[in-house]
């Protein structure tokens, strides 16, 4: 007969998983964040650096009710996803996530992000997903496509100037004389740019103590023009000798075609402070981008993806087949990067933006390419969508990741456009904000356009069409 005071026998129940545990996994799927997804007793486990297929070890190293993250311990065995990384400090650095994937596997896993968020927080059944916009068929040329590095600075321990990216999950730098992800073009100029600020003796900021002056080396370059732009951002002016070492690097790089100081004085993450000055040359460099001339300047924004953001804006024009005789908002519109392309294909084009600086720069950009139908508003889109003196026919909405304010959702539900293309750089919150425009059969969402802006991270562009029911 049992013993009715003995204990039941304990299975190996999620609740005895402990911190430290080793827990034997197999990767299923890829999160947002780039981890992957396992299993063990029917819960989640995260294991970063790892790829769909990969049978492992992962230790536990944090563990809520209801998921664990975990640390690969050992891999048993590596799954066909698995690639050597084009980048020697890859499992260092925290700028890319996805260096050890193939890009096919990338796009896939690009590819299900996307449905599985309309799915799951959008609430849309088999969401019409066209297929991902690669950056090139060829995976070797998925690299080299960033057209702008911010690198922090610091001193290592020795007291050479260093820069690079933080290490992953943390504020430890990662010093590197090339990104392989970014304009190949640029390289040099890290690498001898850092050596001219030791040579110069600068003082380096120091965040813990918030002293010092040099925070970020800012590089940026025209992809069509090849024009480049150096900015420093420092908590002051005093870099002595900073006119005549300028004058050096333009002399020494012939396509560098500004230097630029930018101030930050405050104790913050965020990188660049409210003013900007030029030290030598000019103030912006020039790109082309959708034939149009733009003017740039070190610090508005523009999509770091040139080829990637015409390719996005070609899907948007094909989609929206415009006529010639809408009335086109763009909303979130940085320096008119869409707003003035899309502005040749409709009667009036009306772009707002947060920022006064772009805005007074998009005004620039139009009076450049003699655009004289496209016309821009300063402030939040949730302030001036609603006292617009005239009734779009069409919006286009850039949000940053966070997406839409309710509000401007709301507006959008009362003014009815015929069609809203939603740009977006987080699927999760595009599907939160497709999900409220949808809902009471107010619009229908035709199609969801992914493209590959960011190649070697978890991050995914995309683009979703709704059309008015
Ligand atoms: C993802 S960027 C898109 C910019 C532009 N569409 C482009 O492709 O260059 C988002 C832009 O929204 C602006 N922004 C952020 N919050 C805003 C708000 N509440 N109202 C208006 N603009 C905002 C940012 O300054 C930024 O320029």
């Known amino acids: 007969m049992p013993d009715p005071l003995a ?42 650096d790892t790829a769909v297929g990969d049978r492992l070890m992962a230790r536990l190293i944090r563990v809520k009710p209801q998921f664990a993250q975990g640390k690969l311990h050992e891999l048993l065995e590596p799954s066909g996803d698995r690639i050597r990384p084009a980048c020697i400090v890859a499992d260092k650095c925290g700028g890319c ?62 007291g050479q100037v260093r820069a690079g990216y933080y290490q992953k999950g943390s504020h430890q730098l990662v010093n590197l ?10 390289n040099p100029l890290l690498a001898e740019v850092k050596q001219d600020i030791q040579t110069r003796g600068w003082s380096i900021y120091d965040e813990r103590l918030h002293r010092g002056k040099l925070r970020h080396l800012g590089l940026r370059i025209g992809r069509h023009t090849g024009e480049m732009l150096l900015t420093l951002v420092s908590t002051d002016v005093g870099l002595v000798g900073l006119a005549e070492q300028a004058e050096v ?18 104790q913050t ?26 003017q740039i300047q070190p610090t508005t924004f523009f999509q770091v993806n040139t080829e990637q953001a015409e390719a996005l804006l070609g899907a948007i024009a094909s989609e929206l087949n415009l006529q010639g005789d809408e009335i086109l908002v763009d909303a979130y519109c940085g320096i008119g990067t869409f707003t003035l392309p899309l502005a040749r294909q409709v009667k009036r084009a009306i772009g707002i933006e947060l920022h006064p600086e772009s805005i007074q720069q998009a005004w620039t950009n139009a009076y450049q390419n003699n655009i004289a139908n496209a016309m821009f508003q300063a402030g939040t889109v949730e302030e001036l969508l609603p006292k617009l003196d005239e ?59 992914p493209v590959d802006f960011f190649p070697q991270t978890p991050h995914v562009e995309c683009v979703a069409f709704l059309e008015k029911l």
């Open 269 to 294: 993450n965020v990188i660049f402070g409210p003013e900007t000055r030029c030290i030598a040359g000019r103030s912006y460099l020039r790109e082309i981008f959708a034939g149009l001339e733009f």
């Open 249 to 266: 690097w333009l002399q020494r790089y012939p396509d560098l075609v500004g230097v630029a100081l930018n101030l930050n004085p405050a």
């Open 177 to 186: 004389n090339q990104c392989p992800i970014q304009d190949a073009r640029l």
């Open 97 to 158: 996530h996805w260096q050890h994937l193939s890009y096919a596997a990338q796009l896939v896993a690009k590819q299900n992000l996307v449905t599985q968020d309309l799915e799951r927080i959008g609430g849309f059944a088999n969401p019409p997903v066209s297929p991902i916009l690669p950056l090139s068929p060829s995976p070797a040329l998925s690299l080299n496509y960033r057209n702008k590095a911010t690198y922090p600075l610091d001193r290592g321990e020795s």
């Open 391 to 449: 009734q779009p026919d069409v919006v286009l909405l850039d949000p940053p990741r966070k997406g839409c304010d309710a509000l401007v959702l709301e507006t959008l539900l009362s003014q009815l456009p015929h069609r809203i293309a939603y740009v977006s750089c987080n699927p999760a919150t595009l599907a939160r904000d497709l999900k409220r425009l949808c809902a009471n059969g107010t619009y229908r969402l035709t199609r969801a356009q």
């Open 7 to 48: 204990q039941p026998a304990q299975p190996n129940t999620p609740s005895r998983w402990r911190q430290g545990e080793l827990v034997e996994l197999t990767i299923t799927d890829l999160s947002n964040s780039g981890d992957g997804v396992g299993r063990v007793d029917g819960r989640v486990v995260f294991v970063p």
